[in-house]
């Protein structure tokens, strides 16, 4: 009986936690935006803490150029710092925050290419994708537990349920969420002025530094390179014009190194 009140209460709880995306998709969010900003927070201190800060003055203007570009049209008062590592990476966390690695600017050729990674990533932050995916694994964790509650299940059934879950449920959400941010990251640069086919040329280069490298689509949390440069194509007429009437209105962005 009180597995049954306590399954009854979890689904309830979880009913009312629907939410919907920028794009228009389904989400589970029941996380405060609040407790999971001080995450983010928490994080982005820890590392500039762990991890060198660049000092290089091209880089950090072209970073703060193009982020302030983009964040006009986010909102919020973004903090952005340049980190000295040698890998193609950027990110953005709850709370307002942007990282971007030396080794990315490295491989950009211009400042459409870099508000494209920044775009993708501060989508990310807009869409809420970090308060989804913990509260998809809260959720997780609770079914998996009052399913070993009820069935009495094995640690073997529960690790292939485990299993199971990880390829069947949350890394396909972990894809959904990369395919997000790409829409959402493209409306932010073409809003902004920036334009919207460097995206495309992005992530072929990418795909070339890779060097075959990914890893299988269903096993990554990535989108394949050729899949996510197909749907951004898909979107690619919308957001060019998108793209033209932000160059009328006189957002025309100037960010070099």
Known sequence: MLNKIIFSV??????????????GRKQLIFMPDNEV??????????????????????????VQCVANALTRNAGGNWEVVVFEDDSFNAFALPGSKIG?????????????????????????VLAKHSNE??????????GMGMVQS????????????????????LLPFSRDHESEADVVGL??????????????TLWQKMSQASQGQQPPEFMSTHPANATRIQSLQQHMPTMLQVQQQALANGKQPHCTQ
Request: charged share 15%.
């Open 187 to 200: 409306g932010l640069m073409s809003k902004a002025g920036f334009d919207p086919t460097q995206s495309v």
């Open 150 to 169: 009820v069935a009495g299940l094995g640690a073997t059934s529960m690790g292939l349920l485990g299993l199971g879950a990880e390829y069947g449920v």
């Open 10 to 23: 979890t689904l309830a709880a979880l009913l009312n936690a629907c939410a919907i995306s920028p794009t």
């Open 133 to 142: 995916r913990l509260s998809n694994e809260t959720a997780m964790k609770t």
């Open 100 to 124: 971007v690695h030396t080794g990315l600017l490295k491989l950009i050729d211009n400042q459409d290419q870099l508000a494209a990674v920044i775009g993708h990533e501060i989508g990310h």
């Open 37 to 62: 900003n001080q995450m983010g927070l928490q994080a982005f201190d820890d590392l500039k803490r762990q991890k060198p800060i660049s000092k290089n003055p091209a880089y950090n203007q072209v």
